[in-house]
């Protein structure tokens, strides 16, 4: 039998680096052939050989109620008809914005653009713009899109400047950013201790999901949140990927729930606000906000920015993900699934940990949940692509590498869960 995905890669490859638009699709990781997919609905994808699969990755999070739900498509094809850009002011961002500031109560005012990078990267111009301070800190692991200044890994030794993650980054252009190690309070300390004057924002993924799964301690955000405050720095929650998709509020409401008054400064949004279009946003308090351009000295644009047709697919969206038991239910079936897996590794005899929260999962073949990058990356990875290809074959489609994170969306049946358990049980048997 042809197969239609090595045919279609094969072209890419001649047209597109690597053949794919953003490097984990190429399955690089794992090895092997990526699908090319023709179509999507509910919980499942169907690659180019017509095989379906049982989809984790959810577009790696955005589509929380599953693929081509009847209300967002209808809000979509309403939304083209009247015009796919106008390049000027609507009434839906209003009402996206107003909806995100509903459901976010550190939120005073928004700005909305195209991707998490994109947001990221004005998040940080606007907190060293309204701060008139040079300095970022991020951590080792947490991923915030692409942007220069971002792309950074730690140096050596504690809280040094960091050494870019990608050719073409200058080390000048990362002079500014620490990088340190996540859930670290020493070093924490240690840094806000030497340059707590220069540092504009400390950016942290609450639940770090580009190393699969590793939440911050209460004490460590809590830590994060009293040094900012004492230094004048801004605590910026990179809520891309948590944001709408752990709970309704983001992981920041959860933290709020353990840490009485907890507040970020500023948030940034992403993957469900746009519920599969291209939309994040990011925002704060109003005084920060108003330094944006067209009122302050921050400039930020974007032709597209505020899309009408993604501004509904994110509004139809959000609305449905408000309806009453949405996250009690998304998240059972999610939990039932680690748990699920959990035990039928136990049975397997493989070590193995796992977690989640809301519509978020990850796991890990090792004996305990880690609780930084390097215990992340310590964890088993050729057992890891083993079992990815096992459950592929399986028709179950996981995250292509061990440091990314597993989605499930309210489309996911008991049954789904059900058959991929199966699935993981005649997998984790060839291990
Ligand atoms: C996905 C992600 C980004 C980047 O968003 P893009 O839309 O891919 O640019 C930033 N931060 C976090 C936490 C993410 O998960």
Not at 1 to 14: E, G, I, P, Y
Not at 176 to 198: C, K, M, P, R, W
Not at 323 to 341: C, I, N, S, W
Not at 374 to 398: C, I, P
């Amino acid at each position: 039998m042809s197969d239609r995905n090595q045919t279609l890669f094969d072209r890419a490859k001649a047209v597109i680096p690597g053949g794919v638009n953003s490097p984990v699709r190429a399955f690089k990781a794992v090895g092997g052939t990526p699908r090319f997919i023709t179509r999507a609905h509910g919980a499942y994808l169907w690659d180019a050989n017509g095989q379906r699969y049982i989809d984790y990755i959810g577009s790696w999070g955005p589509m929380i109620l599953g693929h081509g739900h009847p209300q967002v498509l209808q809000a979509v094809q309403q939304a083209i008809q009247d015009g796919l850009s106008y390049g000027a002011p609507t009434e839906r961002e209003i009402e996206l914005v107003e909806e995100i500031l509903k459901l976010v109560p550190s939120l005073e005012m928004v700005r909305l653009v195209n991707s998490g990078t994109e947001a990221g990267m004005s998040a940080i111009r606007l907190a060293r713009g309204a701060t008139g301070r040079p300095k970022i800190i991020k951590f080792e692991g947490c991923y915030h899109g692409h942007a220069d200044a971002l792309l950074v890994k730690a140096g050596s030794g504690l809280a040094t400047f960091g050494h870019p993650t990608s050719a073409g980054v200058p080390p000048e252009v990362v002079q500014h950013t620490l990088v340190l190690e996540y859930n670290n309070l020493e070093q924490l300390e240690a840094a806000f201790a030497e340059h707590g004057d220069q540092i504009a924002a400390l950016m942290i993924e609450p639940i770090a999901g580009n190393m699969n799964f590793v939440r911050a301690s209460v004490p460590f955000m809590r830590r994060c949140r009293e040094l900012c405050t004492q230094h004048g720095a801004l605590l910026v929650l990179d809520e891309v990927m948590t944001g709408f998709r752990v709970a309704l509020g983001g992981a920041q409401r959860l933290y709020a729930q353990a840490i009485p008054g907890f507040e970020p400064d500023m948030t940034v949004l992403g993957k469900v606000i746009g519920g599969g279009m291209p939309l994040a946003a990011f925002g704060g308090k109003r005084a920060v906000m108003e330094q944006l351009a067209p009122l302050g000295p921050v400039y930020q644009a974007g032709t597209l920015s505020g899309n009408p047709v993604a501004t509904a697919c994110g509004l139809a969206t959000l609305r449905l993900i408000q309806q009453p038991g949405f996250f009690d239910g998304l998240a059972q079936r999610t939990r039932a699934l680690v748990d699920g897996l959990q035990a039928e590794a136990r049975r397997a005899g493989v070590p193995f940990s796992a977690d989640s929260e809301g519509g978020m999962f990850g796991f890990f073949f090792l004996p305990e949940l880690p609780r930084n990058y390097a215990q992340v990356m310590a964890s088993d990875a050729a057992r890891f692509n083993r079992f990815f290809h096992g459950m592929l074959q399986r028709g179950v489609y996981l995250a292509p590498a061990l440091y990314e994170a597993g989605f499930v969306s309210a489309a996911h049946t008991d049954a789904d869960i059900a058959a991929t358990l199966e699935a993981a049980r005649s997998a984790l048997a060839t291990l």
